[in-house]
């Protein structure tokens, strides 16, 4: 289920706001045969800033955490790797039209697809017993900016002043089995794999799928073929970015 309110995610798009997901056609065929968004685990993600802070926390913490400030510093490592590998996240694009530079990032062999929704839609597809989050990512600049450190999500929804072209709405889903005891016989969490399903229903999610502009034609017919075979009748048509100029 979603969950609207968080402290962590005051900062979502509008009802009708538009959403991309730009992925290779192994990933667009999983997500019709298993009905789920692959949510993926934060320490696997290219970004290693991922659930990190910047210059302006290091400098803010003394005053932050008073006494407790050495205990603090001393297990900072560990509880960041922890937080990064019991935090999964699937991540889309917003924007009204689609992305020249999401294709060149993401499917540069023109053999992919592009799911297309709204995040009200979005939102309301989640089935899953997971409590998911989600947001707008806001793009800072590290060494001037202080993020909270009331909540270990609030790290998630920040990045690096450069990816701002991705223009990136993230759900995020708190991830870990919860009660096992450790070989010093410990209770805790341990972290679920790089990858973990998360229940939709794809009928009320999607809008529209958008096959790559440089994919030959017979992949729109496969893509769609596929799509019908699955039970689903939304929408896929052929990327027209590639069309030749009137004149």
């Known amino acids: 289920m979603f969950e609207s309110t968080h402290e962590s995610f005051v900062d979502q798009p509008a009802a009708s706001q538009r959403l991309w997901r730009y992925m290779d056609l192994a990933r667009y065929l999983s997500m019709l045969g298993t009905e789920a968004l692959h949510f993926a ?49 699937n991540c889309w694009h917003l924007s009204d039209v689609e992305s020249a530079a999401m294709w060149h990032l993401y499917q540069r062999e023109g053999r992919g697809v592009a799911v297309v929704t709204d995040w009200a839609s979005l939102t309301k ?35 690096r002043e450069s990816y701002a072209h991705e223009r990136e ?20 969490v341990i972290p679920e794999g790089p990858v973990v399903p998360v229940d939709v229903n794809l009928s009320v999610m999607i809008k529209e799928v958008r096959v790559a502009p440089d994919a030959p034609d017979w992949i729109h017919g496969v893509v769609q073929d596929v799509t019908r075979r699955y039970g689903f009748d939304f929408r896929v048509s052929q990327s027209d970015l590639a069309r030749d100029p009137i004149a």
């Open 169 to 188: 709405v993230r759900l995020i889903a708190m991830t870990g089995i919860h009660g096992q005891v450790s070989h010093e016989g410990v209770a805790g």
């Open 125 to 159: 597809s989640i089935t899953s017993d997971r409590t998911i989050f989600g947001g707008r990512i806001k793009y800072i600049d590290y060494d001037t900016t202080l993020i909270s450190e009331g909540n270990v999500l609030n790290a998630f929804m920040f990045k």
């Open 41 to 89: 685990r934060a320490d696997q993600m290219l970004d290693q800033w991922e659930g990190a802070y910047g210059s302006a926390n290091v400098l803010a913490r003394p005053a932050m955490y008073g006494e407790h400030y050495a205990m603090m510093e001393a297990n900072r490592p560990h509880r960041r790797e922890f937080a990064r590998s019991v935090v999964h996240m």
